[in-house]
Nanobody, 126 residues
Framework: QVQLVESGGGLVQAGGSLRLSCAAS????????MGWFRQAPGKEREFVAA????????YPADSVKGRFTITRDNAKNTVYLQMNNLKPEDTAVYYC???????????????????WGQGTQVTVSS
């Protein structure tokens, strides 16, 4: 069973940046696609970005396109989410997740990801 641990969340002013990290246990990290999701208070969990197992292919949600970038370092068993030009509406708990395939489907669905981290809070003040 893989364990995913997110870090890097915090409080930032609008227009600022944060980089989230998700460290994964297990030797097969490089075999699986990864994703980032978020959940704001009172709202459903939503897709943010996905990356294929090799890192060659990425797919951001329209709401973060041009501002957020997902990358991974398979040597470090870590996936990242670089968030720039943050907006108050980006405030949420951010979760990383692992799919049991090397690719992601379009559009990525929560149900496609089998393992989840505990989440990290991101708060953007106006």
């Amino acid at each position: 069973q893989v364990q995913l641990v997110e870090s890097g969340g915090g409080l930032v002013q609008a227009g600022g940046s944060l980089r989230l990290s998700c460290a994964a246990s297990g030797r097969t990290f490089s075999s699986y696609a990864m994703g980032w999701f978020r959940q704001a208070p009172g709202k459903e969990r939503e897709f943010v970005a996905a990356i294929s197992s090799s890192g060659t292919n990425t797919y951001p949600a329209d709401s973060v396109k041009g501002r957020f970038t997902i990358t991974r370092d398979n040597a470090k068993n870590t996936v990242y989410l670089q968030m720039n030009n943050l907006k108050p509406e980006d405030t949420a708990v951010y979760y990383c997740a692992q799919r049991n395939k090397y690719y992601y489907t379009l559009p990525p669905s929560l149900n496609d990801f089998r393992s989840w981290g505990q989440g990290t809070q991101v708060t953007v003040s106006s």
